[in-house]
């Protein structure tokens, strides 16, 4: 049975049990949930590797002709029932490859292998799922996820609720969808599911570099119990010249300072090599950590870890190549002195040898040094921000927007007509729900909450202008709407 209800007057419990969240999460910070299971011999291996799936679909307003009475429905189930326009015919396979770990999984640990998998599913994506109807897709993933005999292979990967891109997401409201995104989870999984959910995958891999956002951004994951983060190679940077990570295969210690000298810190595992989806789908990761032996950390030996993620569904090589490869990898790595791992259950095993986050090489958020070069710590916001003003005038390079998944993308230039309905949506619900402390069980809140969080999704940006920023418009209206009317 599970702690929560899955849904509240048809909306998913994304709110109300906060407090009991957070007590059940503190209880089991420090305690190891992989690690005692595991059958590798850490001490023995040369290398290992890791992979993640990303898993995502928007609510759009589309279920109707009239945007601006459409019913909110998956963006998957408009691909399945107009699969006729782009690519919408592969919408039935996007629905496999959101179900098939739930099927893999159990299939290899029965030919006595030892397979690993990361997931990360979206907020928005298991919502849609349900109202879709699709409930065997969430059995099949119930399965990995709470059946001892099978979740020591399966590592979840908290997210953001909405799938919204941190550097440009109010630093408020993106706590709100990382609770959401617990609250929905431990609504489905349970509780005991949710207490093995220690790393963080960022949607699009963005991480913010403006100091005061960073800063926020590892200050909610630290207090919302995360114990790592995901960081794409060039997101991120070595603070004594700017350079990237060198050993980019061992755990990095993300150090995010603010205006006011604030400091917040989190364990960062590095996903190389850009986006390309065929680097999971074909299992680089292994291949490469075939090809690396023991290094040393601190005067110990330890195993240099290969990490990726990939979106689990998009394109040709994840849909089709994937699941012949995963097998074969595992089938070919399982007991062997290259195994696949997953990120937590490695930790854990530094941990237990002795080794601290302090021992770890420490990165910071890119362009970050340019500001320290000429800004110390506490000189505060002001000038700080003259002092940005500068670089951006100074430096051709040189911006604020973050970094993600790639670098020739900006997820703020060219969207004033989105942002500013989105900003004008943060405000209002801190002013009608946040500042008076409306309770977040109140129906209006949760209401206001699912509008507020769907607005954000990164989707609305990543298409460009057109049909995407006008979903992202048409939800910040109804959202505004009911923060008016109803709350």
Known sequence: MNDFPEYINGLPDISGSEGHIERVIEKSRERRVFLPDSTIDYGRIRSACAIALHMHQPLIPAGGDDLRTAAIISNLQYMMEHQGIGDNHNASAFRWCYER????????????????????????????????????????????????????????????????????????????????????????????????????????????NHPDTAYE???TLRDCGYHWVLVQEHSVERPADGGGPGRKHIPHLLTCTNSHGETARIIAIIKTQGSDTKLVAQMQPYYEARGLSRWELAGKSIP??????????????????????????????????????????????????????????????????????????????????????????????????????????????????????????????????????????????????????????????????????DYGSEICRRAKEILIHDC
């Not at 397979?115 to 059995?139: A, F, N, Q």
């Not at 919204?164 to 609250?183: E, G, I, M, N, Y």
């Not at 979106?311 to 062997?336: A, H, I, L």
């Open 304 to 469: 240099p870890l290969v990490t990726q993620i990939a979106d689990g569904e998009n394109g040709g090589v994840m849909m089709n190549e994937f699941p012949s490869k995963y097998f074969d990898v595992v089938r070919e790595c399982s007991g062997t002195d290259t195994p696949l791992v997953n990120v937590s259950e490695y930790l854990e095993y530094l941990f237990e040898a002795g080794f601290g986050m302090e021992d770890f090489p420490v990165v910071q958020p890119v362009f970050q040094k340019a500001i320290w070069d000429r800004f110390q710590p506490g000189e505060g916001p002001g000038k700080l921000k003259d002092v940005i003003s500068g670089l951006e005038k100074e430096v051709p390079r040189f911006h604020m927007d973050g970094g993600s998944w790639t670098n020739n993308l900006s997820w703020v230039r060219g969207y004033g007509n989105l942002l500013g309905p989105m900003d004008e949506v943060s405000a209002l619900f801190h002013e009608k729900v946040l500042k008076p402390g409306m309770p977040s069980g109140e129906p209006c809140y949760r209401n206001a909450l699912f509008h507020l969080l769907c607005s954000q999704t990164s989707c609305y940006r990543y298409w460009g202008q057109g049909v995407w920023t």
């Open 101 to 208: 770990m739930g099927q893999f999984v159990p299939q290899l640990l029965g030919e006595g292998r030892a397979p690993r998998v990361m997931l990360e599913y979206s907020g928005t994506l298991l919502h849609g799922l349900r109202r879709m109807g699709l409930d065997g897709v969430i059995d099949s993933l119930k399965t990995i996820t709470c059946d001892p005999r099978h979740r020591g292979a399966v590592e979840w990967l908290g997210a953001p609720w909405g799938h919204p891109v941190a550097p440009s997401t109010p630093v408020q409201d993106f706590r709100l969808h990382v609770k959401a995104w617990q609250h929905h989870f431990a609504a489905i999984f349970g509780l005991e599911a949710l207490e093995r959910v220690r790393g963080f995958s960022p949607s699009e891999m963005a991480l913010p």
């Open 217 to 219: 951004f590892v200050r």
